[in-house]
C-alpha cells in the first residue's frame, strides 16, 4: 500500500478498501458457509480467511500441523506473492 499511496490519507483508504472485503467475506463476521457461492469464491483470495480457519482449527479443535497445512500452504503464497510485488514496486519508487 506504501508504494502506491503517494500520502499518509490514501493509505489509510487503500487499508479500508482491502480490509473491509477481508472482514466481511473471510468468514469473521458472518459464517463462511453460508454465504451464497459467488461470495465464498471471492473470499478465498483474502489470506485472512485462510489464517481464521487455522486459528479456529487449533483453537477450538485441537489441530496440529498436518491438519493445517494446506492453508498454511495458501498463507505462503500470499507472503511470497505480496513480497514480490512489493518488493518490485519499492525498487521502482527508489530508481
Known amino acids: 500500500i506504501s508504494t502506491i499511496a503517494r500520502t499518509q490519507m490514501q493509505a489509510l483508504q487503500l487499508t479500508?478498501?482491502?480490509f473491509l472485503p477481508s472482514i466481511m467475506l473471510s468468514g469473521?463476521?458472518?459464517?463462511y458457509r453460508g454465504m451464497p457461492d459467488w461470495a465464498q469464491i471471492?473470499?478465498?483470495i483474502f489470506p485472512l480467511?485462510?489464517?481464521l480457519r487455522i486459528t479456529r482449527a487449533v483453537m477450538l479443535k485441537g489441530a496440529e500441523?498436518?491438519?493445517v497445512a494446506t492453508e498454511i500452504g495458501w498463507l505462503v503464497v500470499f507472503v511470497a506473492l505480496f513480497a514480490g510485488v512489493a518488493?518490485?514496486?519499492?525498487?521502482?519508487?527508489l530508481d
Open 42 to 44: 471471492f473470499g478465498e
Open 16 to 18: 479500508f478498501f482491502f
Open 87 to 93: 518488493l518490485v514496486r519499492f525498487r521502482r519508487t
Open 49 to 51: 480467511t485462510h489464517f
Open 28 to 31: 469473521f463476521m458472518f459464517p
Open 65 to 67: 500441523l498436518p491438519a
